[in-house]
């Protein structure tokens, strides 16, 4: 079979050229367009801003100046109404002064008052709106109120605003200490219960009378005028494109471009694409701010302007008004549409520059392709051959032959692989160090830990190729760290390994404590370390690597390294990851096999104790007693063998039962058998102990036997008997139960008891302290069972066992 002829390594240049030019043409196109385009949104972001921002200012200062104007008419109407006032004021006060220089010899200063307030009470101006009042100062009293004598002889304290605040107290004060002045308050009249009338008025203080004499003067017509003027101003601004429009606080219109809108509520409002605009403006102007713009589509009183539209709403709170304004953004549009045909012009003339600049390019980089191929194709032949000296020889590669850098790099990267190859051969040799490692520990099980912890740090001084290590171990809580291991292979002297056990402060650790507070390996091979930071290491100046071991999300020890003769990398971290991961558990599995050893031994300890001293009991009191009753029942019995066969028949039996009490009690006494178990079963033996529990705890016992244990080992027997009388017994002493339910089931293939109390409870941390717990466990694993113990937060305890036969 004819095989197909394969690309030239010196011809695969030229042919990738071609490529990597049109794909950098086409990348440096979409580049070019994007950038274009980008250029173009930015230029249409800054044309739609720079309008926004005019149309912004439009309708804000539009709303501004008739806001000015309505303040300003209100400061107009407010100042011809306090002209009117003072001048109706003065004339009363003129009045009064005539009234007591004619007549003030001959009558009294009250007879006065009443005929001055006889003459003001008729007169009245602004269409009836205006009236006089006055009133004693000393008393606090009103004497004449034209507008509704309801208040007259009433004091002045006892009538307010609408806030409750005193309206006319403030009268007396301003008197007092003025002599004159503007007052303003709102009355409610009893004519109209819940109404309150706004009253302007100016009072001035009579000294002849000790009376104050006021003009008042109800403004709501005045403001009911002035709304409609500023209406009126309002539909007159409507010119330049901007229409103003005014709604009240509860979204009644009152001011609109459509009259038919005018009564409605700014709630049926829609714009062009049925979004509810007049809501928008309605939440707008009612929020925090009480201002805001919106954007809509919609069309404007030229219905040639339809398009987007800005609007900006602004509270009146004096009139609870809400003042809009809105502006056609048509301009912004024509102006964003000019500018899209420029950029399109002049993108259409930048192509056509682009396509013939880049067809010159391609024909000169195709060339200067070709005549490099040639010296391609030369340098492989040089470098091939080579290779083909070089593949039986350990020759290395002369870079001064080779013409271009590729061919120079090749040849690195070629020694470079033999240099590789040995030290993939040193990681070998360490992978298999750390194995030996691994293995040698785990028959270490006679050493101590210190040990073991100078072994892991010679070991791991080894494995990374390092001069100096060392191991700490870190406290619980994080605080304190002791050095265990310390090793310097570059000191012959004593000082080559410091002493053990160091500890000191996280703060003040060092290199370990560094890798404590980060909690992730500390690879350093910059050299700069300062000289409070170098504990354990004497000196400075060297790499190091210090890698912490994690163990429930804290750091139980710090492993470290320094001196190495390259810097360290990540597969030095690994190694001594996995080296110290190793010996954890071993110290782990060393640890737990010495406490369990410790807790057996304990428990086996206690155990014979009380055996023997209960065997001892047995035999020296009770076996002595049933053995003093045992002589004395023989010594009757021969006696009424001749005066009563009858009655020594009865007493034989007696004496064999004592017999049996002796037997079994020798039995008990000689290794505390348990009798009891053996000889009536299990099920009977827990229920002498659930009778026992009732009389000793004066608690309710219960036993439920799911189905009889049969042929069941006699010594698997008995430690489920102890295990449950010592959780009975724990149960009756601690818990304080009402109720003690015990739980037997057996089957062919095993078992289960269960002892359940309605106690107090205990605390499981506690608990794990105590011997009785330790007893329980321990005769359950001596029968391979299954023992678990639980206590609810609810109170009680539950202990379960289950085993197999």
């Not at 089931?745 to 009785?772: H, M, N, P, R, Y």
Request: hydrophobic residues 40%; aromatic residues 10%; glycine residues 8%.
């Amino acid at each position: 079979m004819r095989r197909k002829p394969k690309l030239s390594l010196s011809s695969a240049p030229f042919y990738v050229s071609i490529l990597v030019i049109i794909a950098l043409g086409a990348f440096v196109g979409l580049f070019w367009s994007l950038h274009e385009y980008q250029a173009y949104q930015a230029s249409i972001d800054n044309i739609r801003g720079n309008y926004q921002s005019l149309y912004r200012q439009r309708v804000r200062g539009e709303i501004s100046r008739l806001v000015d104007f309505i303040e300003f008419e209100r400061t107009q109407a407010y100042a011809e109404t306090e002209d009117e006032i003072r001048q109706k004021v003065q004339t009363a006060h003129t009045i009064a002064s005539h009234m007591y220089r004619f007549y003030g010899d001959e009558l009294t200063s009250e007879t006065l008052r009443a005929m001055v307030a006889e003459i003001l009470r008729p007169i009245r101006w602004q269409n009836g709106k205006g009236y006089y009042f006055a009133g004693l100062v000393s008393d606090a009293r009103l004497e004449l109120f034209a507008d509704d004598p309801y208040f007259e002889g009433k004091e002045l304290s006892i009538h307010t605003d609408q806030r409750g605040n005193p309206f006319f107290a403030g009268i007396i004060e301003l008197v007092v200490e003025k002599g004159a002045g503007v007052i303003h308050f709102d009355l409610e009249k009893p004519a109209f219960p819940g109404r309150y009338f706004s009253t302007y008025g100016f009072v001035k203080y009579f000294a002849p009378f000790d009376w104050f004499i006021g003009a008042g003067l109800d403004i709501e017509d005045t403001q009911t005028l002035l709304r409609e003027e500023v209406l009126s101003r309002m539909r007159d601004l409507r010119d330049g494109g901007v229409e103003v429009f005014a709604f009240r606080d509860d979204g009644t219109i009152i001011s609109y471009d459509d009259e038919i809108m005018v009564g409605r509520s700014i709630r049926e409002v829609f714009d062009d694409a049925g979004a509810a605009s007049g809501a928008l403006m309605l939440a707008a102007a009612t929020g925090p701010e009480k201002e805001g713009f919106l954007g809509y589509r919609g069309t404007g009183r030229d219905s040639s302007q339809s398009g987007r539209r800005l609007a900006f709403v602004k509270t009146y709170d004096e009139w609870g008004w809400i003042i809009g304004a809105a502006i056609g953004m048509d301009a912004m549009e024509r102006a964003i549409a000019s500018e899209t045909a420029t950029y399109r012009q002049i993108s259409f003339r930048n192509v056509a520059a682009f396509v013939v600049l880049f067809i010159i390019a391609v024909g000169l980089l195709l060339y200067s392709s070709y005549v490099y191929s040639r010296k391609i194709k030369a340098g492989l032949i040089l470098f091939t051959d080579f290779f083909r000296a070089a593949a039986d020889s350990n020759i290395k590669i002369d870079r001064q032959a080779l013409v271009f850098a590729e061919f120079e790099e090749l040849g690195v990267l070629a020694n470079q692989m033999v240099e590789d190859r040995v030290t993939k051969e040193r990681r070998l040799m360490r992978n298999e160090l750390r194995l030996d490692t691994l293995l040698r520990l785990g028959a270490m099980d006679k050493r101590s830990l210190q040990d073991i912890y100078d072994f892991i740090v010679q070991r791991a001084v080894l494995i990374s190729g390092s001069r100096r290590g060392y191991l700490a171990m870190v406290n619980s809580n994080q605080r304190y760290l002791s050095l265990c291991g310390y090793v310097d292979e570059q000191r012959a002297d004593s000082h080559s390994r410091l002493p053990h056990n160091i500890t000191r402060a996280v703060d003040e650790g060092g290199l370990p404590a560094l890798a404590v507070q980060r909690g992730r390996p500390l690879v350093c091979n910059d050299c700069a370390i300062p000289a409070h930071q170098t504990f354990p290491y004497q000196r400075t100046g060297d790499y190091h690597c210090d890698v912490p071991l994690l163990d429930g999300g804290r750091v139980v020890l710090v492993v470290g390294v320094a001196g190495g003769g390259e810097p360290y990398q990540e597969a030095d971290v690994r190694q001594l990851t996995l080296l110290v991961e190793g010996m954890w558990l071993h110290v782990q599995r060393m640890c737990a096999e010495e406490e369990m050893a410790r807790l057996e031994r304990k428990i086996i300890a206690v155990s014979e104790e009380e055996r023997n001293t209960i065997g001892r009991d047995l035999h020296d009191d009770l076996g002595s007693h049933l053995s003093g009753v045992a002589l004395l029942s023989k010594a009757l019995h021969k006696k009424l063998e001749t005066e009563s066969p009858e009655r020594a028949a009865q007493l034989g039996a007696i004496r064999t039962l004592i017999q049996e009490a002796i037997e079994k009690t020798r039995r008990l006494s000689r290794g505390l058998y348990p009798v009891h178990v053996v000889e009536q079963g299990l099920a009977a033996a827990l229920e002498e102990l659930a009778h026992e529990a009732e009389q000793l705890f004066v608690v309710r016992c219960t036993l439920e036997i799911a189905d009889i244990c049969q042929g069941l080992d006699p010594h698997i027997a008995a430690q489920i008997y102890f295990i449950a009388r010592e959780a009975v017994f724990n149960a009756g002493r601690h818990g304080a139960p009402k109720r003690i339910d015990i739980i037997l089931a057996c089957t062919a293939e095993g078992g289960s008891v269960q002892v359940i109390d309605d106690g107090c409870g205990f605390d499981e941390k506690d608990g794990k302290k105590g011997l009785g717990l330790h007893s329980m466990h321990y005769r359950a694993r001596a029968i391979g069972a299954t023992l678990n113990i639980v206590s609810p937060r609810h109170g009680g305890v539950s202990v379960h066992m289950s085993w197999e036969r």
